[in-house]
């Protein structure tokens, strides 16, 4: 059996079309922006090697959002 590990830059790259591509009302949007942002960093992390990837419990933040 193989062992799973986890979505690959593909599968993110499906999920960020089909996130475009919904239909979106006002109230959704939001809601759906919030998740475009958050899968967005997802697919960006999935690229990274993981050596240099954040672990479990590390605080991970926007660039711009530091204090």
Same mark, same amino acid.
């Given at each position: 059996?193989?062992?799973?590990?986890?979505?690959?830059?593909?599968?993110?790259?499906?999920?960020?079309?089909?996130?475009?591509?919904?239909?979106?009302?006002?109230?959704?949007?939001?809601? *759906?922006?919030n998740l475009m942002k958050k899968v967005q960093m997802e697919a960006e992390?999935?690229?990274?090697?993981?050596?240099?990837?954040?672990? *479990?419990?590390?605080?991970?933040?926007?660039?711009?959002?530091?204090?």
């Amino acid at each position: 059996m193989k062992q799973y590990e986890g979505l690959s830059e593909n599968d993110w790259k499906i999920i960020i079309i089909a996130l475009q591509k919904l239909p979106i009302t006002g109230v959704e949007a939001p809601m *759906v922006a919030n998740l475009m942002k958050k899968v967005q960093m997802e697919a960006e992390l999935s690229m990274m090697p993981k050596e240099s990837r954040p672990q *479990v419990g590390d605080i991970v933040q926007e660039e711009g959002n530091q204090e």
